[in-house]
């Protein structure tokens, strides 16, 4: 048990606050005394303060009038950034899951209509029992095209180091089977295709991801989805960027 004799006394108040200036298991003592001086027992509470967050919980598809001027929001309750990219070169702050923020993403491609449309909005529940609110499900950003077309989102400000990055693509459209979709992460002009699970189809999905884990240095990566093969026209939509160190 600590011994507490040469720690000065301070006034009680209803609310004491300490703070730890460095990383893990901490442990903090306290002691109360009464006018008369008598003084109850050493109580102590232990807690481990971990390295901050790299993970970022990306939401797209949003408009400006759903989430404000700024074009990029918080979502403390769900944990994670919805962002707008209405034009080419709109960058947008990220923020990790406990709301700190970290790196920048910006819209590279050209293309229009970078927002939810209703014809082509992720599939949700009709109760918000997913993965994440129905609202969230339902927003996505779709690269539609009958020829090789791709949309890109280029994500910096990153520390260095191994990351899994996981997405989340789903559509209501009925044109949208996985054939002649692809989803590639981009890191110093080396592309990686995600894996495509077994049986994987955008359409109406609610609970697959792609996955994949790449090395990322201090240039950021890109995320390009889209259509990699002429034919009829489809929809490749991306909803949801998961992106974690590991």
């Known amino acids: 048990m600590a011994d507490l004799t040469d720690v000065a006394w301070i006034d009680y108040s209803d609310s004491i606050n300490y703070t730890f200036t460095s990383i893990g298991s901490k442990t903090v003592y306290g002691q109360l005394q009464d006018a008369e001086g008598n003084e109850t ?28 001027s700024t074009g990029s929001l918080y979502d403390e309750i769900n944990k994670l950034v919805k962002i707008s990219t209405p034009a080419v070169n709109t960058t947008r702050n990220l923020y990790t899951v406990t709301g700190d923020s970290l790196g920048t993403l910006t819209k590279i491609d050209s293309e229009g209509a970078s927002y939810m449309l209703a014809i082509t909005k992720g599939a949700s529940t009709g109760d918000n029992s997913g993965i994440y609110p129905d609202e969230i499900l339902e927003h996505n950003i779709c690269t539609g095209s009958n020829s090789e077309k791709y949309r890109e989102f280029k994500i910096e400000g990153f520390s260095a ?17 996985s ?11 080396v592309e990686t295709e995600f894996s ?51």
Do not use: M
């Open 41 to 68: 027992e050493i109580k102590h509470s232990s807690i481990t303060i971990e390295e901050p967050s790299e993970k970022i919980v990306i939401s797209t598809g949003w408009i400006n009038s759903e989430i404000g």
């Open 161 to 177: 180091g191994t990351y899994k990055i996981k997405l989340f693509c789903s559509t209501i459209y009925a044109n949208s089977g």
């Open 179 to 189: 054939e002649r979709s692809r989803w590639k992460v981009n890191v110093d002009g």
């Open 196 to 246: 495509i699970p077994t049986g994987f189809n955008p359409n109406n999905n609610l609970t697959q991801w792609l996955e994949q884990t790449v090395e990322i240095g201090e240039n950021g990566f890109s995320i390009l989805w889209g259509v990699t093969s002429s034919g009829s026209y489809i929809y490749v939509p991306l909803n949801i960027i998961d992106i974690e160190k590991i």
